[in-house]
């Protein structure tokens, strides 16, 4: 019974993971296939069976929202997403004006 659930979620996440990698083209144009970290509470039991998964950090999750929580105290982070959205606001339509 656990070594079905095991090779089950094994399974599952190398699956999911193919069809990822393949949407995204690498295995077929040459490129490097992406790098897949993983994180939370089994992943280091997942990964020993895992083709895909080369890293397991158990704190990528908070440092994530170390870093969110850094940025919005300090204010630079909403400034940062304020300027990636006009960003992509001018690629978008390059041929309005914003007045903002």
Do not use: C, W
């Amino acid at each position: 019974m656990q070594s079905g659930l095991y090779h089950g979620f094994v399974g599952l996440v190398d699956g999911v993971l193919r069809k990822m990698i393949e949407e995204v083209g690498a295995a077929t144009d040459g490129r490097r296939a992406p790098r897949v970290i993983a994180t939370g509470g089994l992943a280091s039991l997942i990964a020993t069976g895992s083709e895909f998964i080369e890293l397991v950090d158990d704190t990528l999750t908070l440092e994530g929202l170390r870093l969110v929580s850094r940025a919005n105290s300090t204010g630079f982070g909403l400034e940062l997403v304020a300027k990636r959205r006009l960003f992509r606001e001018k690629q978008a339509f390059p041929e309005q004006r914003r007045l903002f």
